[in-house]
């Protein structure tokens, strides 16, 4: 059975950082691409942040030089750090993990970033 867990959302200021984790169990979570997504209001699921199995990574425009993703194949985790946080970084954020035409999903996590 896949489970992608997500955890490390919060409340925080303008400015300040985040860092969000992910677990991914019933896989080969080495061989799976992972991606944070993020859902605001009434708007749309967008990627955030994706990295390969080989570590090769790409982000959305709006958050380059912000925040960072990684990933630590002995954990079967990835990570998402985010700095200088912004308000309209305020979402729920997703983790996905992705192979062979199949993908997974976390519950997400909540993300709010006060003004």
């Known amino acids: 059975q896949v489970q992608v867990v997500e955890a490390g959302g919060g409340l925080v200021q303008a400015g300040g950082s985040l860092r969000l984790s992910c677990v991914a169990s019933?896989?080969?979570?080495?061989?799976?691409?992972m991606g944070w997504y993020r859902q605001a209001p009434g708007k749309q699921r967008e990627l955030v942040a994706g990295?390969?199995?080989?570590?090769?990574?790409n982000y959305a425009d709006s958050v380059k030089g912000r925040f960072t993703i990684s990933r630590d194949n002995a954990k079967n985790t990835v990570y998402l750090q985010m700095d200088s946080l912004k308000p309209e970084d305020t979402a729920v954020y997703y983790c996905?993990?992705?192979?062979?035409?199949?993908?997974?999903w976390g519950q997400g996590t909540q993300v709010t970033v006060s003004s």
């Open positions: 996905n993990a992705a192979a062979f035409s199949r993908d997974f």
């Open positions: 019933g896989i080969i979570f080495r061989i799976y691409a």
């Open positions: 990295i390969t199995g080989g570590g090769s990574t």
